[in-house]
Nanobody, 127 residues
Framework: QVRLVESGGGSVESGGSLTLSCAIS??????????MGWARQVPGKEREGVAS???????RYADSVKGRFTISFDNAKNTLYLQMNNLSPEDTAKYSC???????????????????WGQGTQVTVSS
């Protein structure tokens, strides 16, 4: 079955950079159409869609990360990435990767509308 495994989380100082990875297996076994993305959540707050990428190459970003984060997918490695630059303490959260076997439906990064989810990886940004 489809499996997503995140890695790359950790602690970084404010202004620093971090890249998250998500190894995805079996997603494209039956279809080459997909929506992949990252969402983050802080305890007590609503989950926020951070970035998304679909099979036609279209990307979407939350306003809070636009210009600082970049989502990409390496087809050869079946790995989804989230490059995060100029991090601030407000970016501290658990980040989860997710995917669906359909194009992204909305014009903003989904927070919930995925079929498959990874377990999440913690990102902590100190001031």
């Amino acid at each position: 079955q489809v499996r997503l495994v995140e890695s790359g989380g950790g602690s970084v100082e404010s202004g620093g950079s971090l890249t998250l990875s998500c190894a995805i297996s079996k997603l494209t076994d039956s279809s080459s159409t997909y929506c992949m993305g990252w969402a983050r959540q802080v305890p007590g707050k609503e989950r926020e869609g951070v970035a998304s990428l679909d099979s036609d190459g279209s990307t979407r970003y939350a306003d809070s990360v636009k210009g600082r984060f970049t989502i990409s997918f390496d087809n050869a490695k079946n790995t989804l990435y989230l490059q995060m630059n100029n991090l601030s303490p407000e970016d501290t959260a658990k980040y989860s990767c997710a995917a669906d076997q359909a194009k992204c439906y909305y014009d903003y990064p989904p927070a919930y509308d995925y079929t498959y989810w990874g377990q999440g990886t913690q990102v902590t940004v100190s001031s």
